[in-house]
């Protein structure tokens, strides 16, 4: 069995034999490690029968794959483990329950699953149809122009709508209310409820739009494996038998569906809160509960089963330096005892975070409290960017002479998509070419980039430049090796022979790609390469002039490109995926390209007269990320920063959960972005258009509520979900500076700007910390 | 023929007046027995013309018909092959006054008109999209074209089990628990089935459905309909009656009394065809009719070994009724695994095995490699594989869509071109699509060069190959040129010829111009097959709607276009098996492979981890266990009756397949599938079972 040394927290936990375990852990404590250890522990110990398997859930595929290399990793011979343990996404194992039995829930065998951007574009076509035949002006501030009026409503009002909308239907979703149900309520509602109409007729027409093209969403996996799992107890009870143990990563960020999922699962009543109920195993960190856009998780359901469950902490982290960690502890404090409003002092909770004991293979750095700065300076935004590229550069520049393998991991983390790419050009700007993170990660984009490649050539094969391109594509395998060499930090240092070889390898591959593109780039009448008559063969003609090495490959890549030609009858789903059969070879890409075959398909089936050029241009929409494509989780952060050394990334503060660097910038954090519920802060939410200030998703999600409640006295009050909202905001936004404070190992530098109107201020959880630590 | 056993000899030599019941599972030499006895009967004297073949699917006819086409065969009037769905819709035919009225057809002095699949899914569309729009079935997630067939299989169901169309809904209804939004659905499938059944009537439309209790209900309890069939048929061979309906067994039945001899043979592992409503239980009833009941246990087909994999797997899929198996597993020698990593590189080595088979003197007719679904992709890369190493090689995928077939696109274009009035201009890329599949040695590259240079789709016009540039003509060969000016010939000529129907247009195009040496379909079988089945599609499409005066001629054809390529018609295409015409490896879905009903030597099962092999498939409005016969109105279908049945029928088809093949079983193993995911479904766990308890 691999060594595993488990802290003292972790023996605590891995001394566990059944039932329900809540564990808050906090941020570098090694959450994927422990549970990895259970399950190992689990089926060592034979606690199985036949057919049953230890259940992981976590949130992203990419932890997917990470939980199956360390469990893997905990045993000698693979095989042991075979079968004998399941590591699923929440989606991903809704998907398996529905997959089951879907004509249960009214599902035909080949249903399909949107993502969401293509649910986006449906709810948008919804969105726009309403907005057609409906006015939302009762809204609308009276006081606003004509001008302004028009405006609002060409460029202001769809995006409000939108987002409006897709809380409400994600919302209903969760509630497991369909359309036709919320419908009947609203009928028999006394009170009027504008939004909640709104929103129902949106919401009908979007699942009628789904129905058509049989499939379903995200949300609607969850809802029918729930509404399965209640439905069917024999069902369940042959889930239950199947799943005796269920540990569940990244708990603060379930919905309550899900936990309901997973409470149904573990033998409970579909109440996450009680203690009865089988063998369930909680871990997460309800303080990093983080959310970028509408969800229906909630932190405060995973303290409520700690508090009422048996449960553990796990504090201990060698992530970052004891400043560091000494900062993100003052954080807790300050919130949970002195928040200026204590309606948000719950929005952090301990444990502490503590230093891991000596001797532990994953030693905190060295303390250096020079090292972090909050940075008084009133910036304008300009200002800011500025100062924060410079200070890259000159850190960048100062390692210039500096072993790739020995540079440090940086991150830029802004609040907003927006800023982060604004950071990007100012970077630029410097001569420095960041790494982007703002969207889908550069491997979905890659992936999605290299097919887009091929069917561009497969939509013009007389093109030599196109044909350049795919055979790029085909070796993309030795271009993956190029861009990683010299960047991995595990270089065998006493293994320089082994080493400098495959060095050697790499180059010669380097150049036999570079040569045969070239040639290829230069051919002049492609069919006399790839479809050549007897007599006239192009190769024939160049077998003078290249090395033989060359000729070699072109005869191999002729191959494969006379079969692509073939193919390019096939519809176009078969096509891409013999394509990716062709040129990926990794899980993930395969996986990935299963997804785009899906939407092409998709778009192919809506628009019967594309033909490859608009799907190639589709697929480059994707590929060039101007809209966000995912895979089947609900994120998709495959991303390692050591593999970006001596870079500097630029990201959002959301996406850079579970992720960790050398040194950390965070940028904006005023009290626009980070709120604390003062007279003077103003709430991104709030649009100015509308009247009295109304936070309308807000108030759409509350008349859902009301629309649901049978009490007499919880009736929708206007305006009183606006409030609530606030304070649900900057609770979120303390977090969110708690995950930024906790990406950093040893260099924090935080930041804030006087905003657009130049009237903000530093946020009071920055100017507090700001105070401490000028105590100290 | 290879030598017969005593019990098989007593079945062909038994006396010409006895009634016989043969069981035994496959390969145990029923149908030989079978085929061999229609031999004798003939041989003894017996008119061809009064010895009655019956199958419940024609498919399964195969081996009779062979011999009955064989030189050797003595005259003496065609034997008739026929499925009783068949004979129902001669006797509607033949005997149309008298069933007309009392079936109450609205206009019992106009001829009837028989619906095929494809043309009875377009009247279901006309009847039901108007009420999809006024909130039909909206709790369902399912698209159009097989919510119109989930309709059209209740009511065939209906009429193969024997209960009133009527009734549908009710028992569905019965059987289900759960979300109530749901139940709305099974009223909604009632009402399209009603209205689709009152259409018929009202404009003297049968579909197979009605066919069938027009037979059942009107005509055969006639003594006249009863007298002309009685008189007609004096024996009856019934094969693979447990893959026919109740209704079938219940008319045979009655009429096996009537015959001088009779054969019935049952295969007790069979029953694939439960989804369309075919009853073991009715089938197996039958025997108490017969003077004799024979049955046939060895099997000639597997080895020992495979037998032992065949009871081992049996035993490991339902350990609870196969108790008595203890120890069968001690030599699965016939398995053989090939493991990977990627698909792709399963595929290449599936290739490379084949190949190696094919080395050792396995012929490839003996070879077939097969999985639960066949995905197109599946299918490309596979037999791509195949062809690379000069293997040839055929599939067989019944419910294919034309739509989705690359041939059948490429004759649709051909269509729009040859008729410009019907104003269909088919994009650049589909009519180099089209000159690539029609022209023999035609590439992608030089399709794509001569299309742009010819080809106008505004105007629809193709140009000569002469108006082209020399030196473009000679990048794209004079030896395609010559092709291409034979095709577009064929086009002007045509166009300028008065316009035929689109079925006569596929036929002529077909055997003057693309069946010719030197173009696409003069040595692709596949495609020829496609092509067939688009001629027949188009044909009964036509036969159905000029009755009813849907349009004109022209019209007609453009009208299929449309239809076919929005997916109304989701014609799909059933070619008889034919062993004979080639040596080639079969790439097939393993269902399907059972239907052909003949034994190989090597097996290939691909994707032992997906599910398919064990989850039937999931309609949600219909249910082929709930509307059997012996479903009891106040049973409610539980979680326990899907894993039992699904069990069951995984249990089915492994032996079914083990005891069609002679040798080995070559498992097909990725650890991540097609879609790059990780699969691990019972099938791959009761092979794990079984390897476990060989390694013991």
């Known amino acids: 069995m691999n060594t595993f040394s488990p802290r003292p927290s972790q023996q605590n936990i891995l001394r566990y034999t059944g039932g329900r375990l809540g564990i808050a852990a906090v941020p570098g404590a090694g959450k994927t490690h422990i549970l990895s250890a259970l399950a190992a522990q689990i089926i060592h110990d034979n606690q199985l029968q036949d057919g049953q398997e230890v259940l992981i859930v976590t949130l992203v595929n990419s932890a997917v794959d990470n939980f199956e290399a360390r469990i893997k990793r905990l045993f000698d011979n693979p095989l042991q483990a075979l079968y004998k343990y399941r590591v699923r996404t929440l989606h991903g194992l809704a998907h398996d329950i529905v997959r089951e039995k879907p004509s249960r829930v009214g599902l035909e065998e080949r249903f399909s699953i949107i993502d969401e951007r293509e649910a986006g574009f449906i709810r948008r076509e919804s969105v726009n149809a309403w907005l057609a035949s409906h006015s939302l002006d009762d809204y609308l501030d009276p006081a606003l122009d004509h001008s302004k009026l028009d405006w609002v409503k060409r460029q202001q009002l769809p995006d409000l709508l939108d987002s409006l909308a897709n809380a409400f239907i994600r919302s209903s979703k969760d509630r497991l209310l369909t359309p036709e149900s919320l419908r009947a309520k609203l009928d028999s509602s006394f009170a009027p409820l504008p939004l909640a109409e709104l929103g129902c007729s949106i919401y009908a027409d979007y699942q009628r739009a789904l129905a058509y093209r049989g499939a379903v969403d995200f949300d609607d996996l969850i809802r029918l494996a729930l509404t399965l799992l209640e439905s069917d107890e024999e069902f369940l009870d042959r889930l239950r038998f199947r799943y005796p143990f269920i540990l569940e990563d990244e708990a603060q960020d379930s919905s309550l569906s899900q936990q309901r999922i997973l409470s149904l699962l573990s033998s409970g009543r579909g109440d996450p809160a009680p203690t009865d109920g089988g063998n369930w195993i909680r871990v997460g960190d309800p303080n990093q509960a983080i959310f970028e856009t509408f969800t229906t998780a909630d932190p405060e359901l995973l303290r409520e089963f700690i ?63 020079e090292s972090i700065r909050f940075v008084s300076r009133k910036f304008t935004p300009e200002e800011e960017l500025e100062s924060v590229a410079k200070s890259v550069k000159s850190y960048l520049d100062s390692f210039a002479e500096t072993p790739i393998g020995e540079q440090p991991t940086i991150a830029v983390l802004a609040p907003r998509n927006q800023r982060g790419v604004d950071v990007v050009t100012a970077l630029r700007q410097k001569g420095i070419e960041p790494i982007e993170l703002i969207s889908s990660t550069s491997e979905t984009r890659a992936a999605a980039g290299s097919l887009s490649h091929l069917l561009a050539y497969l939509a013009d094969p007389q093109s030599a430049r196109k044909l350049s391109k795919a055979y790029e594509v085909w070796r993309r395998d030795w271009r993956v090796n190029m861009s990683l060499r010299g960047q991995s930090p595990r270089q065998p240092p006493n293994d320089g022979e082994i080493a400098s070889q495959s060095a050697l390898a790499m180059t010669l591959q380097s150049e036999l790609l570079a040569t045969t593109s070239n040639v290829l780039r230069r051919l002049v009448y492609v069919e006399k390469f790839i479809a050549p008559s007897q007599a006239d063969d192009w190769l024939s003609t160049i077998g003078e002039s290249e090395p033989q090495q060359v000729i070699e490959e072109l005869i191999a890549f002729r191959k494969i490109v006379q079969a692509w030609l073939k193919a390019v009858i096939l519809p176009i789903d078969q096509l891409m995926l013999t394509l990716a059969q062709d040129v990926f070879t990794a899980a993930s890409d395969l996986a990935l390209a299963h997804k785009l075959a899906l939407v092409l398909r998709g778009a192919a089936d809506d628009h019967a007269d594309w033909r490859l050029p608009e799907l190639t241009s589709e697929l480059a929409v994707i590929a060039k990320n101007e809209r966000r494509f995912i895979g089947f989780s609900s994120d998709d952060s495959g991303f390692d920063p050591e593999r970006h050394r001596g870079k500097v990334v630029v990201t959002t503060m959301h996406k850079a959960k579970g992720l960790e660097w050398d040194r950390v910038y965070m940028m904006s954090v005023n009290n626009y972005d980070f709120p604390s519920n003062m007279p003077s802060d103003r709430f991104i939410s709030e649009k100015w258009f509308v009247r009295s200030g109304l936070n309308l998703e807000a108030e759409a999600l509350a008349q859902l509520t009301a629309l649901e409640s049978t009490g007499e006295y919880d009736g929708y009050e206007e305006g009183a979900a606006t409030m609530q909202s606030r304070l649900g905001y900057v609770k979120e936004r303390l977090r969110l500076f708690y995950v930024g404070i906790t990406r950093a190992k040893k260099d924090l530098i935080v930041t804030w700007n006087s905003g657009r109107q130049g009237d903000a201020t530093p946020s009071l959880a920055m100017s507090e910390l700001m105070g401490w630590w000028e105590g100290k | 023929m290879p030598d017969l056993t005593p019990a098989q000899r007593q079945i062909i030599d038994s006396p010409l007046d006895s009634r016989l019941f043969v069981c035994g599972p496959a390969g145990s030499g029923k149908t030989t027995a079978g085929v061999a006895r229609l031999t004798h009967l003939l041989a003894q004297g017996v008119p061809g013309d009064s010895i009655l073949m019956l199958t419940p699917q024609r498919s399964l006819q195969e081996p009779y018909v062979e011999v009955m086409h064989s030189p050797q065969t003595l005259a003496g009037g065609d034997v008739t092959p026929a499925t009783l769905g068949g004979i129902a819709r001669r006797m509607c035919d033949l005997f149309w006054p008298l069933a007309a009225e009392q079936a109450g057809f609205a206009q019992p002095d106009q001829p009837p008109i028989f619906l095929t699949l494809e043309t009875a899914q377009y009247y279901m569309a006309h009847i039901v999209r108007p009420l999809l729009d006024s909130g039909y079935f909206e709790s369902i997630t399912i698209d159009r074209n097989r919510l119109y067939s989930q309709i059209i ?41 009603n209205r689709f059944r009152q259409y018929c009537l009202n404009h003297n439309l049968l579909d197979f459905s009605l066919q069938l209790e027009v037979f059942a209900n009107v005509l055969w309890p006639q003594e006249i309909v009863r007298n002309y069939l009685t008189q007609t048929y004096r024996h009856l061979i019934y094969d693979n009656t447990e893959e026919d309906g109740p209704r079938s067994h219940d008319i045979v039945r009655e009429w096996l009394p009537e015959f001088d001899s009779a054969l019935l043979i049952y295969d007790e592992g069979g029953g694939y065809r439960r989804f369309l409503g075919a009853d073991v239980n009715t089938a197996w009833a039958l025997r108490e009719l017969c003077d004799e009941q024979i049955s046939l246990a060895d099997s000639f087909v597997m080895s020992d070994s495979i037998a032992n994999l065949s009871g081992g797997l049996t035993a490991a899929i339902l350990p609870s009724q196969t108790s008595n198996v203890e120890g069968q597993t001690s030599n699965v020698d016939s398995l053989a695994i090939i493991q990977s990593h990627y698909y792709p590189e399963l595929l290449d080595a599936v290739a490379d095995e084949v190949q190696q088979l094919l080395a050792s003197g396995i012929p490839a007719s003996e070879i077939v490699v097969l999985a639960p679904y066949l995905s197109d992709a599946l299918r490309f890369s596979l037999t791509h594989r195949l062809e690379a190493k000069q293997i040839p090689w055929r599939s067989h995928r019944p419910s294919r869509s034309l739509n989705d077939e690359p041939s059948s696109h490429a004759l649709l274009t051909l269509a729009a071109l040859a008729h410009p009035q019907w104003n269909i201009r088919p994009p650049k890329f589909d009519a180099a699509y089209m000159l690539m599949q029609s022209i023999q040695g035609l590439d992608l590259i030089r399709a794509q060069l001569l299309t742009e240079i010819v080809y106008r789709p505004r105007e629809l016009t193709l140009a000569p190959f002469e108006d082209i540039k020399t030196d473009v003509q000679e990048r794209i060969t004079y030896f395609i040129g010559e092709q291409y000016t034979t095709l577009r010939n064929w086009i002007e000529e045509y166009r300028n010829s008065e316009i035929l129907p689109l079925d006569h247009f596929f036929r002529k195009i077909f055997g003057e111009v693309l069946s010719q040496p030197g173009f696409g379909y003069h040595d692709n079988l596949d495609s020829v097959r496609v092509a067939a089945s688009l001629v027949e599609s188009v044909k009964k499409f036509r036969l159905a709607l000029d009755l009813t005066g849907f349009g004109n001629l022209s019209g007609l054809g453009k009208e299929y276009i449309q239809l076919l390529e929005d997916g109304v018609i989701a014609a799909s295409y059933v070619e008889a098996w034919n062993p004979q015409d080639d040596d080639a490896v079969l790439v097939a879905p393993a269902y399907s492979f059972l239907m052909m009903n003949r034994p190989v030597t090597i097996q290939f099962w691909l994707d032992p981890g997906s599910s398919g092999w064990f989850q039937r498939l999931a309609q949600p409005l219909t249910h082929p266990y709930v509307l059997s016969r012996d479903w009891r109105s106040d049973q409610v279908w539980g979680d326990a009756d899907e894993v039992r049945t699904s069990k069951e029928g995984m249990a089915r088809l492994v032996s079914g397949l083990l005891h069609r093949c002679r040798e080995r079983v070559y498992l097909g193993l990725a650890e991540l599938s097609e879609t790059g995911f990780e699969q691990r479904g019972e099938l791959l766990r009761a092979f794990q079972k079984v390897i476990q308890k060989t390694n013991q």
Request: proline fraction near 12%.
């Open chain 2, 153 to 193: 299989d209740n009511l065939n169901k209906s009429a193969m089990i024997g209960f009133p169309h009527t009734n549908i809904s009710s028992r569905l209804d019965s059987a289900y628990f759960g979300d109530p939004a749901q139940r709305r659905v099974y009223a909604d499938a009632q009402d399209c089935a």
């Open chain 1, 307 to 369: 508090r009422n469950n048996n449960h553990a902490d796990m504090p201990e982290s060698g992530r970052s330096q004891p400043s560091i960690l000494a900062s993100a502890n003052h954080l807790i404090d300050w919130v949970m005892n002195s928040h200026p409003d204590p309606n948000v002092r719950t929005a952090l909770s301990v444990p502490h975070i503590v230093p891991v004991p000596e001797g532990d293979p994953q030693q905190n750095p060295p303390d250096n409290p």
